[in-house]
């Protein structure tokens, strides 16, 4: 069999920058797979959905399951001391299709140039290119090529309803995606656990999301919300306050 020339797409700046930059410097068939959740904030489906277009090939989907047929299937959510769905809907489908690769075929990972040196994640169950390695690309020049091709990374490129995520985020889940949240908080009722871990950093927010709808609904702001909110002129500065800035999140 042909070895074949696989481009594993997280949808993220690094792995997207890869995959339009070979199509653009090396040109050759390649195969394009993604291991989507079903989980994903609808962005993140635009997203894949304009690269097809881009690449001119679809994105394969691995994996059959999603994450609310885990949840159903083991009455267990995913948390910060049980983290299966990474392990299940993400590393275990790409090991099983590179396991079924011809030999000699080739998988391409998005480290760049300016990240610690690593392997990648599946070591040497295939043979491994870093592309923007060997290119010499940092982040800026990751940010300088998707831009100057007009190419937009969503905010978000994992789950909606991610366990490690922060108070900030589940206050944008709950402000833009209603129906999302509401959909987690049933599953926390219906399974009694909570995604959120009550020992994180921010400690003020509650851990289960019907009590933490409840503090946004209150008019309690994050600090992300309310540092946009003085950027905007909505909210008079406050010189004392230590939650008035953050280091951003890339």
């Not at 080739?106 to 990648?120: H, I, K, S, T, W």
């Not at 490129?157 to 949240?181: I, K, M, N, V």
Request: glycine content about 6%; overall charge negative; hydrophobic content about 35%.
């Amino acid at each position: 069999m042909t070895p074949q020339h696989i481009v594993a797409l997280s949808g993220g700046k690094d792995s997207t920058a890869m995959a339009l930059a070979l199509r653009e410097f090396e040109p050759r068939p390649y195969r394009y797979v993604i291991t989507p959740t079903g989980n994903e904030l609808p962005e993140m489906f635009e997203h894949w959905a304009r690269l097809e277009q881009l690449l001119g090939a679809p994105l394969e989907v691995l994996g059959q399951r999603t994450l609310e047929d885990l949840m159903e299937a083991q009455e267990c959510l995913p948390s910060t001391r049980m983290r299966w769905c990474t392990r299940m809907l993400k590393i275990e489908p790409v090991e099983r299709f590179y396991k079924s690769l011809p030999p000699g075929s080739v998988a391409y990972v998005g480290l760049r140039a300016d990240e610690p040196e690593r392997e990648g994640i599946f070591g040497s169950a295939v043979k491994q290119r870093f592309p923007l390695k060997e290119w010499g690309w940092t982040l800026q020049d990751v940010k300088a090529y998707l831009k100057a091709r007009g190419v937009k990374i969503p905010q978000r490129t994992d789950c909606a309803w991610c366990p490690y995520q922060s108070a900030d985020d589940w206050f944008r889940l709950w402000r833009d995606h209603p129906d999302l949240f509401a959909r987690a908080e049933a599953w926390e009722t219906a399974i009694g656990r909570t995604f959120r871990s009550p020992t994180e950093k921010d400690g003020r927010w509650a851990a289960s999301l019907d009590a933490i709808r409840e503090q946004f609904e209150s008019g309690m702001v994050t600090r992300e919300e309310k540092a946009r909110q003085k950027r905007l002129g909505q909210v008079e500065p406050d010189d004392d306050d230590e939650e008035a800035c953050r280091v951003c999140r890339l």
